[in-house]
């Protein structure tokens, strides 16, 4: 017979207990279209060990509970279009927290140390374990992504005081984006056949695509501002860089496990440190050219 338990620690323990049946359904759903049969397997393998922490903390409680449907629907999306490794590792980091709340009941329930110690240990083995297609080629993400943020941003600054007209400066960026976008696939692709890989279309493929919808994302500013407004379209283009920067760096630092801060900075400083030259350049060179559009 179990002792009775604090009302704070017994709070503690539904919630844990809510969370562990939550995410049991959650890992069950997503394994129902993650591709790969190890990938599912361990998915499956992740549910299961969830659902026997339920079962222990229900042990106390006493308590049948229902999974939360919205936190599972969430999940289901954010892992049908951002990839089921990327969902899972957000759900894991999202449980931070538990640790305190842990320790909070250990004088009361003396397994719950060792069972927080096995979950971590066991859970961080399973997800080393997810072999996702898309994360095999992020270098190659990075690569058409990085590529375009530097070399758009720096044009499109520099056309930006060079035009001073948004549809001249978005026409010229197209025309180079969309030049760059071919130009780096099939450098991809030679680089990968160069080097035997069999791979080298969905290599160079994920290149151009990343390229490309980052030199959609920059020119739309040149688009939806009027001729006259190229500065707030510059600003505009800017903070856009940023979020890019921002939006991948997360989603990498997530999905695998490294660090957000540091990468992040050294992206930023270089765009943007390009885009502050290539404007300065704009200028020097309408100066120089006398060219006056």
């Not at 600003?235 to 801060?261: H, K, N, W």
């Not at 540091?262 to 400083?269: D, I, K, N, T, Y």
Request: charged letters at 20%; proline letters at 2%.
């Amino acid at each position: 017979m179990k002792k009775e338990l604090s009302p704070a620690a017994l709070a503690i323990i539904r919630k844990m207990q809510q969370n562990e049946l939550t995410e049991s359904v959650i890992y069950a759903e997503i394994a129902r279209f993650a591709k790969g049969e190890e990938n599912k397997a361990t998915l499956l393998r992740l549910s299961a060990e969830e659902k026997a922490h339920y079962e222990i903390w229900k042990s106390y409680t006493g308590i049948e509970m229902k999974p939360e449907k919205s936190k599972v629907f969430k999940y289901k999306m954010i892992a049908r279009i951002l990839g089921f490794t990327f969902a899972v590792k957000l759900m894991e980091n999202g449980e931070e927290g538990a640790q305190e709340e842990y320790a909070l009941i250990a004088s009361e329930v003396e397994e719950s140390i060792s069972i927080r110690q096995q979950e971590e240990e066991h859970e961080k083995a399973l997800l080393g374990m997810l072999d996702e297609e898309r994360l095999q080629y992020v270098g190659s993400m990075v690569l058409g992504l990085n590529d375009a943020l530097v070399e758009l941003t720096g044009s499109l600054a520099g056309f930006t005081f060079a035009m001073q007209n948004t549809r001249l400066i978005a026409l010229s960026g197209l025309i180079i984006g969309i030049s760059a976008t071919f130009s780096m696939a099939s450098s991809e692709f030679l680089a990968a056949r160069s080097e035997g890989r069999t791979d080298a279309l969905k290599s160079c493929s994920y290149t151009g695509i990343a390229y490309l919808i980052t030199v959609i994302l920059l020119i739309l500013p040149y688009l939806i501002f009027s001729t006259t407004q190229f500065v707030p379209a510059l600003i505009c283009m800017l903070i856009i860089v940023v979020l890019i920067i921002a939006g991948f760096t997360y989603y990498t630092s997530v999905a695998q496990d490294e660090p957000f801060g540091s990468r992040f900075a050294e992206m930023a400083l270089i765009s943007i440190g390009v885009a502050v030259i290539s404007f300065f350049v704009g200028i020097f060179a309408k100066q120089f050219l006398g060219v006056d559009l």
